[in-house]
T-cell receptor, first 118, second 114 residues
Framework: GNSVTQMEGPVTLSEEAFLTINCTYTATGYPSLFWYVQYPGEGLQLLLKATKADDKGSNKGFEATYRKETTSFHLEKGSVQVSDSAVYFC?????????????????FGQGTILTVHP | EPEVTQTPSHQVTQMGQEVILRCVPISNHLYFYWYRQILGQKVEFLVSFYNNEISEKSEIFDDQFSVERPDGSNFTLKIRSTKLEDSAMYFCASQKGISGGEQFFGPGTRLTVL
């Protein structure tokens, strides 16, 4: 079945540091890939997505590239801010085989807690 | 901006009791989901719902669980006889279309079974 593996956390950085959170996946077919973020006390929000190989998703300075050859979707940001402190989830949504259907079920990684200090 | 809402934010119940978790999805969305996250573990898919019926469910979603969209607005998750291991954060999500669309999540209901 489908699975997502994220790097172990928590991650603690100083403001303006470079961020990488690794994510690799196992899936049949051609999944869509997502990064969701959860701020304290809130629900999950979509941060960025990529729906096919070599696509780059980007939002709020975060980027991730869909790498089919390494089955990876690593999250990066060049300069983190204190306000980026949150839990980050990598996820995939499987697509069926050609002509098949998918009802959009998301498979999540375990989440990575990011804390950014001033 | 439209958002998914969930009530209650925290539910405490005794083992063996029935609970109903409520969600109001975004009004023009067609696909609805429940997920749960046991403390310290992954967010896990429970069930998806489309066109007034379950479209997919996980192994977790056994006979003790049911979902309903009773009035075209609310989307509920019922657990008939709660167990200690049902203690978790339960998230509702909705999606407008199925092709690469974004799922919008509610803030979650924390269920504590004593």
């Amino acid at each position: 079945g489908n699975s997502v593996t994220q790097m172990e956390g928590p991650v603690t950085l100083s403001e303006e540091a470079f961020l990488t959170i690794n994510c690799t996946y196992t899936a049949t077919g051609y999944p869509s890939l997502f990064w969701y973020v959860q701020y304290p006390g809130e629900g999950l929000q979509l941060l960025l997505k990529a729906t096919k190989a070599d696509d780059k998703g980007s939002n709020k300075g975060f980027e991730a590239t869909y790498r089919k050859e390494t089955t990876s979707f690593h999250l990066e940001k060049g300069s983190v801010q204190v306000s980026d402190s949150a839990v980050y989830f990598c996820a995939l949504s499987g697509k069926g085989n050609a002509g098949g259907t998918s009802y959009g079920k998301l498979t999540f990684g375990q989440g990575t807690i990011l804390t950014v200090h001033p | 901006e439209p958002e998914v809402t969930q009530t209650p934010s925290h539910q405490v119940t005794q083992m063996g009791q029935e609970v109903i978790l409520r969600c109001v999805p975004i009004s023009n969305h067609l696909y609805f989901y429940w997920y749960r996250q046991i403390l310290g573990q992954k967010v896990e898919f429970l069930v998806s719902f489309y066109n007034n019926e379950i479209s997919e469910k996980s192994e977790i979603f056994d006979d003790q669980f049911s979902v309903e969209r009773p009035d075209g607005s609310n989307f509920t998750l019922k657990i008939r006889s709660t167990k200690l291991e049902d203690s978790a954060m339960y998230f509702c999500a909705s999606q407008k279309g199925i092709s690469g669309g974004e799922q919008f999540f509610g803030p979650g209901t924390r269920l504590t079974v004593l």
